[in-house]
């Protein structure tokens, strides 16, 4: 059974950093696409970036030139390098692979 490990989460003060890892184990070799997407209590689910095994990379416009997504050759692993980051970013994120497997989420905090 596929199951994801997230870490790298945790609070930070506004313009601070922080990088979000997920990698994956439990039997499969690789995804196509991989990538995080981020939820507040009371909205949807939303996208923030993924990358496909092909190097597309899709951001969220309110991310982009600030967030930086990446995954390990071994196409199992996701990062996720965040900077500059604002209160409004504070959300659980959570890692996928294919949309299929779903990590259990991670809290980025972003506040003073």
């Known amino acids: 059974q596929v199951h994801f490990v997230e870490s790298g989460g945790g609070w930070v003060q506004p313009g601070g950093s922080l990088r979000l890892s997920c990698a994956a184990s439990?039997?499969?070799?690789?995804?196509?696409?991989m990538g995080w997407y981020r939820q507040v209590p009371g909205n949807e689910r939303e996208l923030v970036a993924s990358m496909t095994s092909t190097g597309d990379i899709k951001y969220l416009g309110s991310v982009k030139g600030r967030f930086t997504i990446s995954r390990d050759n071994a196409a199992t692993a996701v990062h996720l390098q965040m900077t500059s980051l604002k209160p409004e970013d504070t959300a659980v994120y959570y890692c996928h692979g294919d949309l299929a497997f779903w990590g259990q989420g991670i809290q980025v905090t972003v506040s003073s």
């Open positions: 439990g039997g499969i070799s690789d995804f196509y696409v």
